[in-house]
């Protein structure tokens, strides 16, 4: 069964860190591009962060630069989101998903991503 899995959410104070994985299953992740993105209550679901297949480009949305921080681990067949500085807007269900790539050193946001994720749900709160 090809799936991802989100792990690593939770309820944190502003200011705060939290690390989320996406573990790939019955695939390898070496020939996707990765994203992440977030929904929040009522708004429509963004992209945060996206990672090339190996790892050379990344790109961030405005809003997380800076605190934020993507990362793979191809022999582990697992991305991570390295989030600091956490706010309460930051709040959402975190979804990864893969899209598989010809072109090697690209990542984009509004690609048409093969497989995604369940979510995890990140809370910041005081």
């Known amino acids: 069964q090809l799936q991802l899995v989100e792990s690593g959410g939770g309820l944190v104070q502003p200011g705060g860190s939290l690390r989320l994985s996406c573990a790939a299953s019955g695939f390898t992740l070496d020939y996707y591009a990765i994203g992440w993105f977030r929904q929040a209550p009522g708004k429509e679901r963004e992209g945060v962060s996206c990672?090339?297949?190996?790892?050379?480009?990344?790109n961030y949305a405005d809003s997380v630069k800076g605190r934020f921080t993507i990362s793979r681990d191809n022999a582990k067949n697992t991305v991570y989101l390295q989030m600091n500085s956490l706010k309460p807007e930051d709040t959402a269900v975190y979804y990864c998903?893969?899209?598989?790539?010809?072109?090697?050193?690209?990542?984009?946001?509004?690609?048409?991503?093969?497989?995604w994720g369940q979510g995890t749900q990140v809370t910041v709160s005081a």
């Open positions: 998903a893969a899209d598989w790539v010809i072109v090697k050193s690209m990542c984009a946001f509004n690609r048409p991503y093969d497989y």
């Open positions: 990672i090339s297949t190996s790892g050379g480009r990344t």
